[in-house]
Nanobody
Framework: QVQVVESGGGLVQSGGSLRLSCAAS????????VGWYRQAPGMQRELVAQ???????NYADSVKGRFTISRDNAKRTAYLQMNSLKPEDTAVYYC??????????????WGQGTQVIVSS
């Protein structure tokens, strides 16, 4: 079994910072890519940032220059550093891991989400 667990959400004032973590555990051979998504009330889930196994990153235009995604392969953990937060960043943030198992196949796993609230 594989578990993906996010942490680090909370309440922060506009202009503040938070660092989210996403840890994968279980029968993981390797983590191919990690994506951070968010979903605000009444909105569709959207991709915020993504990092591939080689370190290539991709960001939504709305967070470029403010958010940074990174990963620590040894710890099987990915991070999302969020700076200069705005009220419109308020959402539940989800981590998605594309994981390769020992059978050679890749599988997609989601965490349970962590709430981020940015007050004005």
């Amino acid at each position: 079994q594989v578990q993906v667990v996010e942490s680090g959400g909370g309440l922060v004032q506009s202009g503040g910072s938070l660092r989210l973590s996403c840890a994968a555990s279980g029968t993981v051979f390797s983590i191919e890519s990690v994506g951070w998504y968010r979903q605000a009330p009444g909105m569709q889930r959207e991709l915020v940032a993504q990092i591939a196994s080689g370190g290539t990153t991709n960001y939504a235009d709305s967070v470029k220059g403010r958010f940074t995604i990174s990963r620590d392969n040894a710890k099987r953990t990915a991070y999302l550093q969020m700076n200069s937060l705005k009220p419109e960043d308020t959402a539940v943030y989800y981590c998605n891991c594309i994981i390769k198992k020992i059978d050679g196949y890749t599988y997609s796993y989601w965490g349970q989400g962590t709430q981020v609230i940015v007050s004005s």
